[in-house]
């Protein structure tokens, strides 16, 4: 009788420890369960939140552009937007002013005056090595067809030819010439230039009321040949400063390719535009001393000057105490 109780005790104390044991275990897994979840919980907002500030720190605002200048590539992309308007009026607040018309060569963020100004020597220095890519050859840019990104972007696309290889060599150059630097400059997928005239994300508004754009708008252009754009200068401009009274963004500085440009007169074009400043001038001195000696002529003779001058002088005193 005593071995069944001693055994009986046994049993249950041994029952009591494996359920005390297991018990510890659970809770044990759980609180660890539960710390793991915290601890990840807190990572992703901690990931989270770098991602954002990442992003938000580094939001591209400038870029290099390619301005477009050639009337012809403006006026029938004028016809396009004029053409999409007309069958969709809501589109017009996508549009693309043809002031801001231009190609994107290289998109960056500059966090200040500092970093601006690096961005220009950058600019600067980047003229010689591109101008070593060109060998003294132009880079004529032909715009035909159009199409799309997402159905949210409208744009005229380059042809592909040996000039838009050059051009995508010039921006990988600048692109290292810009992160030697220092400079964020370029985007992580590959460099593809085309001209945009229409993007839905100009008008926040827009984007509620059209979420694509429909490609028939466009059908009748999707093959057009809108002309050359012939690469002669690199913007440094700035996406969010306000722009320019033709449309065209706040421009940081600029780089002139090629041997001579319209805007960059040659000695001799100065040289004759300072002598015709100077004739000029002459001419105006002398005949402003004329007409003085003249009239100090007249004034000495008696000369009908003086004498209505004198009377000019009488009837302001009359009207002077008149007015008294």
Do not use: W
Request: hydrophobic share 35%; with cysteine; aromatic share 8%.
């Amino acid at each position: 009788m005593t071995l069944c109780v001693s055994l009986f005790r046994f049993v249950h104390m041994l029952i009591f420890l494996i359920n005390f044991f297991f018990s510890v275990h659970a809770t044990s897994e759980v609180n660890t369960e539960k710390k793991r979840k915290r601890t990840t919980g807190r990572e992703i907002l901690e990931g989270s939140k770098r991602k954002k500030k990442k992003k938000k720190q580094y939001q591209p605002n400038y870029f290099i552009s390619i301005p477009i200048t050639n009337p012809e590539i403006t006026d029938g992309i004028r016809a396009v937007q004029d053409a999409i308007i007309q069958k969709d009026h809501r589109l017009s607040k996508a549009m693309v002013r043809c002031g801001s018309l231009h190609v994107t060569m290289l998109v960056m963020h500059l966090s200040g005056e500092e970093e601006i100004g690096i961005a220009v020597d950058a600019l600067s220095d980047s003229k010689d090595f591109v101008e070593d890519l060109l060998k003294g050859k132009t880079v004529d840019l032909s715009f035909q067809g159009i199409d799309h990104f997402k159905n949210e972007v409208g744009f005229v696309k380059l042809t592909e030819n040996d000039h838009t290889a050059i051009l995508t060599e010039i921006a990988e150059t600048m692109k290292k010439i810009f992160q030697e630097k220092g400079i964020l400059a370029g985007e992580g997928r590959a460099f593809k230039p085309h001209l945009t005239f229409m993007k839905l994300s100009k008008s926040t508004q827009l984007r509620k009321e059209v979420k694509k754009i429909d490609s028939s708008l466009y059908e009748d252009f999707k093959s057009q040949y809108f002309g050359d754009e012939v690469l002669h200068r690199l913007d440094l401009c700035s996406m969010l400063k306000k722009k320019q009274p033709n449309g065209y963004y706040y421009c940081e500085s600029s780089v002139f390719l090629g041997e001579k440009h319209a805007a960059e007169p040659d000695d001799a074009e100065l040289v004759s535009l300072s002598k015709r400043l100077v004739e000029n001038a002459v001419l105006k001195a002398v005949q402003q001393y004329l007409e003085e000696t003249q009239n100090k002529t007249r004034q000495t003779d008696g000369s009908p000057v003086k004498t209505e001058e004198a009377a000019s002088g009488t009837k302001n005193e009359s009207d002077n105490d008149n007015s008294k």
